[in-house]
């Protein structure tokens, strides 16, 4: 199965954020499968720093010798992810709710803990880990995961959580002035 959609919408009633997963076969126009998953205000407090090292971990790791500019790289690989994003029309394309088969059931599970498996050359493993349920895991390859990042993002800001999550090297994330001697 290959992870075809993905979904981050606030829902206020829940004041929670709710993430679809979206998998099937990418030819075929066969039975969809979709998690779904609650995402809160502390998880995403928690999520946010680790999903930066995780990409942070994969510049260092997949281009060594870049290690000493891994925030910036991070930074330009999320810009150029969303670039192609849009280009493919990965972001204009609505989300497609005809999923089939719910493996986790229908209702969407609180996930109260998300670990990142990280390898060189490879997709960046996410497991998640709902309350009271065992873990599930979606891979996702680094552009995805940007567009991942600029969803929750997005979610975030229509939450009105007072979270600004930022991406290392951004015009807003900046601090204070870089000066070269």
């Avoid at 959609?5 to 979709?34: H, M, N, P, T, W």
């Avoid at 204009?92 to 709710?97: F, G, I, K």
């Avoid at 009105?160 to 991406?167: D, K, N, Q, S, Y």
Wanted: charged residues 20%; aromatic residues 8%; hydrophobic residues 45%.
């Amino acid at each position: 199965m290959e992870l075809l959609q993905i979904q981050v919408i606030y829902q206020a009633e829940e004041d929670r954020i709710l993430v679809k997963f979206s998998f099937g076969e990418s030819a075929a126009e066969g039975e969809r499968q979709e998690i779904r998953a609650h995402l809160t205000r502390r998880l995403l407090l928690r999520l946010w720093p680790t999903t930066l090292q995780a990409l942070a971990t994969q510049v260092v790791l997949n281009k060594p010798e870049a290690a000493h500019a891994s925030a910036d790289i991070v930074q330009m690989e999320h810009q150029s992810s969303l670039q192609k994003m849009h280009e493919e029309g990965g972001f204009s394309n609505p989300y497609q709710a005809c999923a089939e088969i719910f493996p986790r059931g229908e209702a969407a599970l609180l996930i109260h803990s998300i670990n990142f498996n990280i390898v060189a050359g490879a997709s960046i493993c996410l497991q998640f880990f709902p309350v009271g349920q065992e873990a599930f895991e979606i891979t996702m390859p680094e552009t995805l995961l940007h567009g991942f990042c600029s969803l929750l993002q997005a979610a975030t800001k229509e939450a009105e959580w007072g979270l600004e999550l930022l991406i290392p090297g951004s015009e807003h994330a900046s601090a204070a002035p870089r000066v070269l001697n």
